[in-house]
């Protein structure tokens, strides 16, 4: 059984730092692309980063310049990480991780229609 369990949201004021966590149990971990996406309440989930299963990172259009992330991953740990910086209050969400729906499957599109498990979420709230 696929699970994948996010942790280390939490509350932070603008300008501060956060990673959140992205424990994945249950398949081959290194087969797979792992992306992040997040929520707003009242908003559409939307793409923010992922990493293909060779490593290379992708970042959605919309979220470059926004704040400063870095998406990475362990494979001994089957974790996956989301450095964000300079948060800033219009990035309050909850965050999910999501798995590619297919071995190997790339990055692109980062939608959500291309991955097919999902972390119940992490809710990441900036403050001004």
């Known amino acids: 059984q696929v699970q994948l369990v996010e942790s280390g949201g939490g509350s932070v004021q603008a300008g501060g730092s956060l990673r959140v966590s992205c424990v994945a149990s249950g398949y081959t971990y290194s087969h797979y692309s792992m992306a992040w996406f997040r929520q707003a309440p009242g908003k559409e989930r939307e793409g923010v980063a992922c990493?293909?299963?060779?490593?290379?990172?992708?970042?959605a259009d919309s979220v470059k310049g926004q704040f400063t992330i870095s998406i990475s991953k362990d494979n001994a740990k089957s974790t996956l990480y989301l450095q964000m910086n300079s948060l800033k209050p219009e990035d309050t969400a909850m965050y999910y991780c999501?798995?590619?729906?297919?071995?190997?499957?790339?990055?692109?599109?980062?939608?959500?229609?291309?991955?097919?498990?999902w972390g119940q979420g992490t809710q990441v709230t900036v403050s001004s």
């Open positions: 999501a798995r590619g729906r297919n071995w190997f499957s790339r990055c692109a599109p980062l939608v959500t229609g291309s991955f097919g498990a």
């Open positions: 990493i293909d299963s060779d490593g290379t990172t992708f970042y």
